[in-house]
Nanobody, 125 residues
Framework: QVQLVESGGGLVEAGGSLRLSCAASGSIVRINGMGWYRQAPGKQRELVAAVTSGGSTNYADAVEGRFTISRDNAKNTVYLQMSSLKPEDTAVYYC???????????????????WGQGTLVTVSS
């Protein structure tokens, strides 16, 4: 099938920067939209940023102007550059993608929206 693997989380001081990466692997035909979500303790998972296959982006109001999402279609990878980090950005960050992939049977292709395992971002004050 398809797997998403995130990397790049860690501990950073307020005002600092981090770059998250998420690579998709498997028998991929095409990846449509890709996005980053986050879930803070005791809160629901929320959309942080998303990017279409054509490169159009949208951001949550809380991160607009501080975070930048981008993707490398040749590498099936999406990035999240986070700057001016705040303690309230502390969360587990997950990537998600709308993936068309080859199967070994019938039908020959399927659509899947897998989640990565998550990467923890901690911003200290």
């Amino acid at each position: 099938q398809v797997q998403l693997v995130e990397s790049g989380g860690g501990l950073v001081e307020a005002g600092g920067s981090l770059r998250l990466s998420c690579a998709a692997s498997g028998s991929i035909v095409r990846i449509n939209g890709m996005g980053w979500y986050r879930q803070a303790p005791g809160k629901q998972r929320e959309l942080v940023a998303a990017v279409t296959s054509g490169g159009s982006t949208n951001y949550a109001d809380a991160v607009e102007g501080r975070f930048t999402i981008s993707r490398d279609n040749a590498k099936n990878t999406v990035y999240l550059q986070m700057s001016s980090l705040k303690p309230e950005d502390t969360a587990v960050y997950y990537c998600n993608a709308d993936v068309i992939y080859y199967t070994a049977g019938n039908p020959p292709v399927r659509n899947l929206k897998p989640w990565g395992q998550g990467t923890l971002v901690t911003v200290s004050s």
